[in-house]
């Protein structure tokens, strides 16, 4: 049984920097695609950032683009989302995500697997 659980939320001032932590359990992720969402209160649950396990190109958003680093440590068996240059608007609780071949990386509808959710929130 698959299991995500995201750490690593918390309130940081605009400008600053978080790293949020998604722990992987439950069985052999190769193959897989991680992806971290984040939904905004009153909003709907928006793609962020995605790598495959396995390795290769990552993808982003362009609300994050430049300032978003997905990574994935495989010792640990754990999915990255380090969060540099924050902005008010990225306000939300962040959901770690995970399947072994979605259609469409960008798209919730396609991921099997989810975490909790981890809240951030970024003052002015």
């Known amino acids: 049984q698959v299991q995500l659980v995201e750490s690593g939320g918390g309130l940081v001032q605009a400008g600053g920097s978080l790293r949020l932590s998604c722990a992987a359990s439950?069985?052999?992720?190769?193959?897989?695609?991680m992806a971290w969402f984040r939904q905004a209160p009153g909003k709907e649950r928006e793609f962020v950032a995605a790598v495959y396990w396995s390795g290769g190109p990552t993808y982003y958003a362009d609300s994050v683009k430049g300032r978003f680093t997905i990574s994935r440590d495989y010792a640990k068996n754990r999915v990255y989302l380090q969060m540099n240059s924050l902005k008010p608007e990225d306000t939300a609780v962040y959901y770690c995500?995970?399947?072994?071949?979605?259609?469409?990386?960008?798209?919730?509808?396609?991921?099997?697997?989810w975490g909790q959710g981890t809240q951030v929130t970024v003052s002015s």
């Open positions: 995500a995970a399947d072994q071949a979605p259609r469409v990386l960008t798209m919730r509808a396609a991921y099997t697997h």
């Open positions: 439950g069985r052999t992720f190769s193959g897989y695609a």
